[in-house]
């Protein structure tokens, strides 16, 4: 039997492994050279940042906060392979112990977003009328409010720690998640197979599972994608700030702002930090473009 | 190849439309040949992926090349051929002696500008008519079409009609240059029956009025029995049957216009429980089977339908039918 | 099947309005259009009723309002003997269905027009037809993916297709999954909303025949909604022709299609054509002037008349009502004795 729309493997009559819109997205995504180089970058760069520090400090004795105000600031050298700064600290370690903040503050923190954005969204737009009504007023509540305003109170009533940074912007960051996926939701449920899936008796949570979210996760996975080196440079900021992780205890976005204020002497304090920002970036899009490609069945060649 | 004849305004020689796909070529016209005679309708009959829009496309070389590509073909009006002139020139025909209209009139006129601006666009270009005469002739010529209040409708927008009214300003705006071919690709499929025979109607009085040739593309093997005089019936591509309009209904050589007719209900013969349905599906143009295409399909394929694709046969002067079997139908 | 006994569905007097938004003033003009203006009809087991219309005559809505998919404005829904119209309650700002509707959905079914859009693009053949059958527990695991097999060759496909999508299928096939879902939670009723009018001529009469064949070896009842008289009349027992939201003629298929009373039947049966030259050329033409009326500002008295051959003066002051003319033959016009 000819059918127009099938070739390649994925209109083969043999019936292949995984059964869910998620198994074959990741037999998808594997297919993908470069979504899967991205995945390796990420993952590689967080395990040299999880225990990069601590090999270090053991080999070479360097870590990332005892001062040597002689040696320093120093270019890359043999002993130094990313240099020192102002304070002679190993900038190698100081980087690779920011990534390491920064990572986790970023992924988490637009983890959080994503998540609570999504459900958030899809829910206020598929129950409509006055649920939709309230909850949508209290996103534009939220969002006239200074978003950074609102870290800061939630970071000072909350006290300081590294897990609260990433739950105060991730509570805030939701937002823009919630209306693209509110947009999203609503023209989708005035497509047939909503309808059809309420007259099969479908239950509402089932549908907004089973059928809203899976269709809307492409958008999702780009804003969250997007949202990482965002959620790190806020990250920064609430440093500079004093509110998020606290000198002399590095990260990412506290090294690339100290850095940028003396890259025309010292290059190498910010290209290091900057680079491995730069390529956690491209991967991070990378990898997003990738999944967003392989949960939509339709591109499948 | 047979010269055209006399009174032939357009023919078509052997064209073939290819596409370029993931690692194929997909054959979306391959070897079509028809004359198209002054003031006759010619009705191009076919399924979805046939090829009868593209081989109309392709003819006034309104498909985008790349991606497609013509290897071989000819279309002759006036003694010239339409595949190898220069852009201009053909630009200078499309809308003047040769003109289109198709089946979604809100895709083909443009939301943003009043029926007024796209119709006296057509006639300043065409004709280098004066601004206020051109808006007299549009205005004529949607009243000619049945649009009551031409003057005044004439600058509303195109979603300010209905789509029967639509349909009817498409028709006038392809009309105005007076043009020996009208290709209608699919008129009548979005509208309601009761729309349908107006427009059918209104297309058949123009034709007469303007002694124009349509080449009528359609689905519809009630319109074509109604509306042609001459039917070329495509499948995969291909012209597989070819003959006047009674020749087609009465005398079907191939199998798949008999099998295309069983399959249409009719409404003014008594009902007669199941229809007799064509089994299988239509063939995936870029994956076409061996031999015939339509094989797969055909009750009465033998081992040589199997082996090579079969060449236009004449049966009679008017009637040519691609099949084998053809000639021994019972 | 006798005619006493009590119809499966029983649609009384049936209204749906909208309120709807057209342009206007700054915000638009709100006004309400009355898509469904009065629909009785009854549907007896094991029958196959056609609804045919033009577009925007309110088929599709009546089709929907029948299901609860739409909640009727007025007028009654009988199913079974239960007044199903009644099973909404009010919550959160809409109207919801109880638990009663939502189990009714074992017993009604709906297949849509068009497969492409009324099936999850992200879902595989096996979790579009496990659905309804997770929705009511019936089955799970191996005896779940037995059931989609099996749902999947009762409608003509390989049973090996389950883990292909959507896309990957022509129309047609498209179109017999969109069936096989209805089938899943094995319905009394179905409701077909113009299941053939994407698809090609030749794949038509194939589902044409396959909705033919269930419905007899299931004893399904159906309601086959149209545009396409020929189609219609080909699958139905009797058929109701609908203008402007309105029942105007309802009677057996054949006496539709071969003695209609109303000029409004009549012009559509003259305007579908015939495939064939001879007899479609000699056919009396019957070609309706004007456009037909926009459901937002219907005209005054009957609706049909500011197209209608025949009117009369009375026709532009009152509505005529459905009343019995011959023996199962009902008409809504004035000029029909």
């Given amino acids: 039997m000819n059918v127009p729309a099938a070739s390649g493997d994925g209109g083969a009559t043999t019936l292949v492994a995984g059964s869910s819109l998620w198994a074959d997205a990741w037999r998808r995504l594997r297919r993908n050279r470069l979504a899967v180089a991205s995945a390796v970058t990420i993952l590689a760069l967080a395990c040299a940042c999880l225990a990069g520090p601590w090999l270090i400090a053991a080999t070479w004795g360097h870590d990332e906060q005892s001062q040597d105000l002689a040696s320093g600031p120093r270019p890359p050298s043999w002993e ?28 988490l923190a637009a983890l959080v977003a994503a998540t609570i954005g999504t459900l958030y969204g899809a829910v206020a737009s598929y129950a409509g009328g006055l649920i939709d009504a309230v909850m949508m007023r209290a996103v534009d509540v939220l969002y006239a409010l200074p978003y950074m305003f609102l870290v800061i109170i939630l970071v000072t009533i909350l006290g300081k720690s590294l897990l609260l940074v990433f739950l105060a912007l991730g509570a805030v960051g939701w937002l823009l998640t919630a209306r693209v996926v509110r947009g999203q939701v609503l023209s989708l449920k005035e497509r047939e197979f909503i309808l059809a899936a309420r007259s099969l008796g479908t239950p509402a949570h089932d549908i907004v599972l089973r059928h809203l979210i899976p269709n809307v996760i492409g958008p999702v996975i780009v804003t969250f994608t997007l949202s990482v080196p965002s959620m790190i440079l806020q990250e920064a900021f609430l440093s500079f700030l004093g509110l998020g992780i606290q000198a002399p205890r590095p990260s990412l976005g506290a090294l690339i702002s100290d850095g940028a204020g003396q890259m025309l002497v010292f290059w190498w304090t910010l290209v290091f930090p900057g680079g491995l920002m730069a390529v956690l970036l491209f991967a991070l899009n990378f990898l997003g473009d990738g999944l967003r490609d392989a949960l939509d069945p339709r591109l499948e060649r | 190849m047979t010269r055209p004849a006399t009174d032939t305004v357009l023919a078509v020689r052997d064209l073939r439309t290819f596409f370029h796909g993931e690692g194929h070529v997909v054959k979306a016209v391959d070897g079509v040949s028809f004359d198209v005679r002054r003031g006759e309708t010619l009705a191009i009959v076919g399924e979805s992926g046939s090829g009868k829009s593209v081989a109309c496309l392709s003819a006034l070389r309104l498909v985008p090349s790349p991606p497609a590509f013509h290897p071989s073909g000819e279309v002759l009006h006036g003694g010239r051929d339409l595949l190898v002139m220069p852009e201009r020139e053909i630009e200078r025909l499309r809308g003047d002696r040769l003109a289109m209209i198709f089946q979604d009139p809100l895709s083909a006129l443009n939301p943003y500008l009043t029926v007024a601006r796209q119709l006296t666009e057509v006639l300043e270009v065409h004709r280098s008519a004066s601004p206020a005469a051109a808006r007299r002739e549009a205005i004529s010529m949607l009243e000619r079409v049945g649009i009551a ?6 600058d509303h927008h195109p979603h300010q009609f209905s789509g029967g009214m639509r349909q009817r300003v498409m028709i006038a705006m392809a009309l105005l240059c007076r043009p020996e071919v009208l290709f209608a690709d699919e008129p009548t499929t979005a509208l309601d029956v009761t729309i349908q025979a107006q427009i059918l109607a209104l297309v058949a009085e123009l034709r007469r009025e303007l002694g124009m040739a349509v080449v009528l593309v359609t689905h519809d093997l009630g319109v074509v029995a109604g509306a042609a005089d001459r039917v070329a019936v495509m499948y995969a591509g291909r012209i597989v049957e070819e003959g006047t309009v009674e020749e087609i209904f009465a005398r079907p050589l191939h199998p798949y216009t008999r099998g295309l007719l069983a399959s249409t209900p009719q409404i003014d013969m008594p009902d007669r429980g199941l229809l007799a349905a064509i089994p299988g599906l239509p063939p995936d143009p870029a994956h076409l089977p061996v031999g015939c295409p339509f094989q797969p399909r055909c009750d009465r394929a033998v081992d040589r339908c199997r ?7 004449v049966f009679t002067t008017s009637h040519r039918v691609a099949c084998l079997e053809a000639g021994e139908a019972p | 099947m006798s005619d006493d006994a009590p119809p499966l569905l029983e649609v009384r007097d049936l209204v749906v309005r909208f309120d709807v938004v057209t342009p206007g003033g700054p915000w638009g003009r709100r006004r309400t259009l009355t898509a469904v203006d009065g629909v009785h009809v009854s549907v007896r087991r094991g029958e196959t009723l056609g609804l045919v219309g033009e577009s925007g005559c309110g088929k599709s809505t009546t089709g929907r309002a029948v299901l609860q998919l739409e909640k009727p404005s007025a007028g009654e829904v009988i199913f079974d003997g239960r007044p199903i119209h009644e099973w909404w309650v009010q919550r959160w700002g809409g109207w919801r269905w109880d638990h009663r509707l939502r189990d009714l959905r074992r017993r009604m079914q709906m297949i849509f027009q068009d497969p492409s859009a009324s099936l999850d693009p992200r879902m595989t053949v096996e979790a579009i037809l496990a659905e309804p059958l997770r929705n009511f527990a019936l089955a799970s695991g191996s005896e779940r993916r037995g059931r989609v097999q099996r749902l999947l060759e009762i409608v003509g496909l390989d049973p090996r297709f389950i883990r292909r999508y959507p896309h990957q299928f ?10 096989a879902r209805a089938l899943a939670l094995e319905p009394d009723l179905i409701v077909a909303d113009e299941p053939t009018s994407g698809l090609d001529v030749s794949i038509q009469a194939q589902i044409v025949n396959l909705l033919g064949r269930l419905q007899q070896e299931l004893g399904l009842t159906m309601m086959f909604i149209a545009h396409d008289l020929a189609t219609v009349r080909h699958v139905s027992d009797r058929i109701a022709v609908m203008h402007l939201g309105r029942i105007v003629e309802l009677a057996a298929a054949d006496r539709i299609v071969t003695a209609p009373l109303h000029p409004y039947t009549q012009a559509l049966v003259a305007a579908v054509p015939v495939p064939d030259p001879i007899r479609e050329r000699a056919r009396p033409r019957l070609v309706l002037a004007g456009e037909p009326p926009s459901p937002l500002d219907p005209p005054a008295g009957c609706p049909f008349h500011t197209r209608c051959p025949v009117r009369e003066e009375r026709c532009r002051r009152e509505s005529p009502p459905l009343r019995t003319v011959a023996a199962g033959h009902e008409v809504a016009c004035h000029l029909v004795d």
């Fill in chain 1, 80 to 107: 130094h392979p990313f240099g020192t700064d102002f304070y002679g600290r190993d900038l190698l370690v100081r980087v690779l112990a920011g990534g390491r903040v920064s990572l986790t503050v970023g992924l």
């Fill in chain 2, 307 to 313: 082996q090579a694709s079969p060449q236009m046969a």
């Fill in chain 2, 149 to 154: 209040d031409a003057a005044h409708r004439i």
């Fill in chain 3, 170 to 179: 022509s129309g047609g096939q498209r179109q017999r999954i969109g069936i």
